[in-house]
């Protein structure tokens, strides 16, 4: 009988250790594996920090390509300008060697020579037109065209900016031709002139003139209008 319940003993003590041992592997076994398992606002969370990382890495790449594009476009740029300053040196070189033909035909024909110099002035060619109106004057002092010769010569040394030389001859045609139809537009450029060169007394002095002597002439208007300007 002892025997017995020294087996019943065993068996009994075999399982409550069984129950004690398998309650304790629930509790450490378990316990930490639940701990392991995220909350749903932490997934939330990370998936948040995961769309900003992936945004913030586009917005990189994006600025990274726009950068590229723009070195590209200042280096296409710079080369752009560089080729532009060699035309210009080649330009510049060229129009210091290139000399202006000079018209050397000698006209029989009055009128034909006129003709061509008032034509090279029309296309603004003023040194070469320069030349046969001098031309002109020299070999014809007395023709009836002579005086318009004068007029447009110092029309051309004008326009080349040689408004000392144009002064000189404008008043020429005032003192040898003073009866020329050119004489009011020969005063008003002289007001022009001196203005160029910045010598504003002479220029109202010539301005002023033109509207006392011939105050019903196209060139008293533009005299009158560049007074205008003045006040």
Same mark, same amino acid.
């Given at each position: /009988?002892?025997?017995?319940? #020294? ?36 997934? /939330? ?26 070195? #590209? ?48 002035? /029309? ?109």
């Amino acid at each position: /009988m002892s025997r017995f319940k #020294n087996q019943l003993f065993k068996k009994f003590f075999l399982v409550v250790l069984l129950v004690s041992f398998v309650s304790c592997g629930s509790f450490n076994f378990k316990k930490p594996a639940e701990n392991l398992e995220e909350s749903p606002v932490d997934q /939330m969370k990370i998936s948040e920090l995961e769309s900003e990382l992936s945004a913030i890495k586009a917005d990189q790449a994006d600025l990274e390509l726009q950068m590229k594009n723009k070195e #590209n476009d200042i280096l296409e740029l710079k080369d752009r300008v560089l080729n532009l300053d060699k035309k210009i040196l080649i330009l510049e070189k060229n129009k210091t060697t290139v000399k202006s033909i000079q018209y050397k035909i000698e006209y029989t024909e009055p009128s034909v020579l006129y003709k061509k110099a008032r034509n090279l002035l /029309m296309e603004e060619d003023y040194t070469n037109s320069a030349a046969l109106f001098t031309q002109f004057i020299k070999n014809h002092p007395r023709n009836s065209l002579t005086d318009n010769a004068v007029y447009w010569l110092a029309e051309c040394h004008y326009s080349l900016e040689n408004y000392k030389k144009a002064i000189g001859i404008f008043q020429d045609l005032e003192k040898k031709y003073p009866r020329s139809e050119k004489v009011p537009d020969a005063i008003l450029k002289l007001g022009f002139s001196y203005l160029a060169l910045d010598d504003s007394n002479r220029a109202h002095h010539y301005l002023k003139k033109v509207l006392r002597k011939y105050p019903f002439s196209p060139a008293a208007e533009k005299a009158q209008e560049k007074l205008r300007s003045f006040e």
